[in-house]
């Protein structure tokens, strides 16, 4: 046994009690007040997590509870390691209290909002550091993290730190997952809508948030015997850079459409149930590293004469947002809809052969005795506008902390393994 994980275990419980600490505050963003941009329970846990550092003895920067930051040493900081303190809401099918920290013996897991997003890997890089300064490894660079308060709901913390502070060189996130991420595809997110009017569909109701595949799509249908009639199409919910993994009950309404309403003829036309990679679009694309797009029409609601959609697309690294934005819009538009925004950013991508990811992917062979890699995925982490960044765990291969759903989950033994990797790693780095 190391000595970096020696310390982790003679820790272990003062690492549990912080997660729970962190856990029992519902940092879901919350109305913007003074001195809470993001609401007051996302700055609650910021303040909760700079307290610790400075406990520690840590130099702590709070930048208008956007987001905060502890320096391990006096040195400049050449790593960040940075993740983030705000949660996505509960939602429904827990089976226990989301803000009180559970631990099941014959599992071993940790079960809590942010337990793997993105509070428990901020607690394994805090005692990370904490073994390194306390252990007394030397360092010749200077060591950085840095907690955000708005990772769920467009990063808008980590925009003003980089407007307030400069970023080290190196940066790594904990909000993916091993081995390593180092590309990411662009993506975009289409709003549309047109005028409204149909002799037999008084509403539809499909689709509350852009980035999931709607599990539900409930259509209000007039009827001869006065009260409408209401069918409800139920698929299968999934993020929407995995829609394969869902069935969307929205392109299952469409496929089922036997009218003559040519605005839903023609999104029936272009989203046939089914199809993932928006090829009917004139979409489609894919590359050798990042593989095939995705396309997903993941709202549709009807409301005062209007029928309004949403849309969300990740697309190759050989790929524009111009490109795909010009293609997108030209169908909605050819189908008989207004666009009302399209917005997105270009893929993401860090070479794989630099001394900072192979570094990276050697600690974690090192660590785990597993074999390390570069991935690329659909969806986009914290790093996705930070040039060089990359995400580097926090789950591991095969793996489902049941991120962003009911009973989220990390286990102790992996909290542990988390705060080593991270540890060992930054030693490599900055010694």
């Not at 969307?248 to 040519?262: K, R």
Request: aromatic share 8%; glycine share 10%; proline share 5%.
């Amino acid at each position: 046994m190391t000595e970096i994980r020696k310390y982790l275990e003679e820790h272990k419980q003062e690492m549990i009690d912080l997660l729970a600490e962190l856990v029992a505050i519902p940092s879901i963003q919350g109305k913007a007040e003074e001195g809470a941009p993001f609401g007051r329970e996302p700055a609650r846990a910021l303040e909760v997590m700079l307290k610790k550092c400075s406990e520690a003895g840590f130099k702590v920067d709070n930048v208008d509870n956007y987001a905060g930051s502890a320096d391990i040493n006096d040195l400049p900081a050449e790593l960040a390691v940075l993740t983030h303190l705000d949660v996505v809401p509960v939602g429904s099918g827990w089976t226990t209290d989301p803000f009180v920290l559970r631990y099941e013996a014959d599992t071993d897991k940790l079960i809590g909002r942010g337990a793997i997003d993105d509070k428990g890997p901020a607690v394994a890089a805090f005692f990370a550091v904490k073994a390194l300064k306390e252990l007394g490894i030397p360092l010749k660079k200077g060591i950085r993290l840095i907690f955000g308060t708005n990772e769920e709901n467009g990063s808008a913390d980590l925009a003003y730190y980089r407007q307030k502070r400069e970023l080290p060189p190196m940066v790594f996130t904990p909000d993916g997952e091993y081995p390593l991420i180092n590309a990411e595809k662009g993506m975009l997110r289409v709003y549309f809508s047109s005028d409204f009017d149909d002799d037999e569909i008084l509403e539809i109701q499909a689709g509350t948030v852009i980035n999931a595949v709607p599990q539900f799509c409930t259509v209000k249908m007039d009827s001869d015997e006065g009260e409408p009639v209401e069918a409800v199409y139920e698929g299968v919910s999934a993020h929407a850079s995995t829609p394969d993994k869902g069935e969307n009950a929205i392109t299952q309404f469409l496929d089922s459409y036997s009218s003559g309403n040519m605005l839903l003829c023609g999104l029936a036309e272009l989203f046939p149930h089914g199809e993932f990679n928006g090829k009917n679009c004139g979409l489609g694309f894919r590359d050798e590293l990042s593989g095939d797009m995705t396309c997903v029409l993941s709202m549709l609601n009807t409301e005062n004469g209007r029928i309004y959609g949403g849309i969300d697309i990740r697309f190759p690294l050989d790929r524009t947002k111009a490109e795909i934005s010009g293609i997108i819009c030209g169908a909605l538009e050819s189908a008989g809809f207004t666009v009302d925004s399209c917005d997105g950013v270009e893929p993401h991508c860090t070479d794989e052969n630099s001394t900072f990811v192979q570094t990276l992917l050697k600690t974690y062979e090192r660590v785990t005795g597993d074999k390390g890699r570069c991935i690329a995925i659909g969806g986009g982490t914290y790093v996705h506008e930070i040039e060089g960044g990359v995400a580097f765990g926090a789950e591991f291969p095969n793996e489902d902390g049941h991120m962003h759903s009911p009973d989220e989950f990390i286990t102790v033994s992996n909290l542990l393994k988390n705060a080593e990797i991270m540890a060992e790693a930054m030693a490599e780095l900055c010694s």
